[in-house]
């Protein structure tokens, strides 16, 4: 393996490499969005520009950079691009393809059995149990610690099929937590509320910015023996550099975080807002089937209605606008 040119700055916005199975992939992934919107729109039906501008933008756009710019030119070179590479397959590329919503996409553009079948694989045992925040989070951390304190890093480094694999897996550890959490499907637990999920990515940004610390902070080099035989001779110190992965990765899990807990809120406030009008709506209706019985007049004295009695929320609005 021939040493690239010394990184630059130019270098880093300039370099690139075709890399066919990623390549691949994203055509797969963003030819399946493609014939969802497509379809929609075909029966008259609308979907949100900006979801597609999400997942085509940030989520394949990550993907591509990921595995075609001059990280993926640099990885074998030096360890802080391939860091950087790997957090943003398992955190940046969920998030934009989450914010696509493509779990919601695929069950309205699917026919009628397809959606079902798809329904059934979500709601399913084992999905629900890799989906569980719990456990996807702790795939996530097993995964990335796995890679770097075992030798499958080191493995990878020089086994290009393994190295595929390993973005693979890394791509779905994320996107096991993150599509659940995002999508406005019931692909989590009924007890996982926008608050509880809210609470649930707070505690996945600081459990995400742990890998980073522990390579930032380990004394013993990670792919150490591969890094030192293929070095360059303009690169910086092997340890120097690891530092510089640590520290890329807890950045860029702590940045993450923000544009998640943001989409969280958003969701949680569409939420609430749709609750209200769907509650005003049946006061409305409730009224309007309350007012002939109300009207009438003689006859035996009547049961009190029950918004009279109650103090409950509904009862209690019902009583303002009479």
Known sequence: ??????????????????????LLVVVLLGGLYGWGV????????????????????????????????????????????????????????????????????ALRALPERGAARAQGVLTGRLVRLFT???????????????????????????????HQLMYLQLLLAGSLFVLPVLTREEALPAWCTHPVRAGLVFVDGIIDAVPGIVVMTHGTLIAGSWYLAHSPSWAPDV?????????????IAELVAVPFLLAILVQWARTERAE??????????????????????????????????????????????R
Do not use: C, K
């Not at 690239?4 to 990623?22: C, H």
């Not at 340890?239 to 950045?251: C, I, N, R, T, Y």
């Not at 109300?294 to 918004?307: F, I, M, Q, T």
């Open 132 to 162: 569980f925040p719990l456990v996807s989070t702790a795939l996530v951390l097993t995964t990335e610690l796995t890679i770097y304190f075992t030798p499958y890093f080191e493995t990878a480094l020089a086994n290009n099929w393994l």
């Open 1 to 22: 393996m021939e040493n690239p040119p010394q990184l630059t700055m130019g270098r880093l916005f300039s370099s690139w490499q075709a890399d066919v199975p990623a």
């Open 276 to 321: 209200t009008v769907a509650l005003d709506r049946r006061l409305d209706t409730e009224l309007e089937r309350a007012t002939p019985a109300e009207a009438a007049v003689d006859g035996p004295e009547l049961v009190r209605p029950w918004w009279e009695t109650e103090n409950s929320e509904v009862a209690q609005r019902i009583r303002g606008q």
């Open 38 to 105: 497509l379809r929609l729109r075909r029966r008259g039906e609308s979907w949100p520009v900006a979801r597609t501008a999400a997942f085509a933008v940030l989520g394949l756009g990550t993907l591509v950079i990921a595995t075609m710019s001059a990280l993926a030119v640099y990885d074998r070179v030096l360890f802080w691009p391939a860091a950087v590479q790997n957090v943003l397959l398992d955190l940046i590329a969920p998030l934009g393809l989450a914010l696509g919503d493509p779990l919601r996409l």
């Open 239 to 251: 340890q120097h550099d690891q530092q510089l992965g640590g520290g890329a990765m807890v950045g």
